[in-house]
Antibody, heavy 122, light 112 residues
């Protein structure tokens, strides 16, 4: 049973860069897509982007200019960087594994981390 | 930006049946959108119950089913249990050169 664990600072100053890492255990990061999702307090979910183990990425168009997702296969980790943060970026950030077939669009977000709260405040 | 719309809230009696729906601002939802349904209880991470319209995870109770209904994705709960009280989010896939996914705003289901 694969497990995912988010880690990183819980407090980030406005205009700075938010950096989080997701560590995958109980399974290999290879051959899967890996995604970041966030949820502002009391609100709904927002898909941020994904990375394939080979390094290809796709991002939410509304965040694309500020987001970078990278992968470190030797460490079984993938990471999120979100630049120029504001209070609107305060949220619980989740990482998830995605079973995805780019030819058919078959999608299954089948494993999720527990989430980590990141607050943007000075 | 595409908007995915769900009922903000629904109430159902224990043992009853309820259907949640998920609409896309870009038009009728079809299987191409590979709709998923996620359940989230307070303080917990979401978990996928239904994917690719009607496929179930090993942990999905039999009373949950997914379908397409009148141009929308639908999640039906038959024989609702008190533990089904939760937030439910649909997720639609928008393919193309830069594929992306869009979540619905969520439905708060109350069992009363």
């Amino acid at each position: 049973q694969v497990q995912l664990q988010e880690s990183g600072p819980g407090l980030v100053k406005p205009s700075e860069t938010l950096s989080l890492t997701c560590t995958v255990s109980g399974g290999s990061i290879n051959s899967y897509y890996w995604s970041w999702i966030r949820q502002p307090p009391g609100k709904g979910l927002e898909w941020i982007g994904y990375i394939y183990y080979s390094g290809s990425t796709s991002y939410n168009p509304s965040l694309k200019s500020r987001v970078t997702i990278s992968v470190a296969t030797s460490k079984n980790q993938f990471s999120l960087r979100l630049s120029s943060v504001t209070a609107a970026d305060t949220a619980v950030y989740y990482c998830a594994r995605v079973n995805y077939d780019s030819l058919t669009g078959y999608t299954d977000f089948d494993s999720w981390g527990q989430g980590t709260l990141v607050t943007v405040s000075s | 930006q595409t908007v995915v719309t769900q009922e903000p809230s629904l109430t159902v009696s224990p043992g009853g049946t309820v259907t949640l729906t998920c609409a896309s601002s870009s038009g009728a939802v079809t299987s191409v959108y590979t709709p998923s349904w996620l359940q989230q209880k307070p303080g917990q991470a979401p978990r996928t119950l239904i994917y690719s319209t009607n496929k179930k995870q090993p942990w999905t109770p039999a009373r949950f089913s997914g379908s397409l209904l009148g141009g929308k994705a639908a999640l039906t709960l038959s024989g609702v249990q008190p533990e089904d009280e939760a937030d439910y989010f649909c997720l639609l896939y928008y393919g193309g050169a830069q594929p992306n996914w869009v979540f619905g705003g969520g439905t708060k289901l109350t069992v009363l």
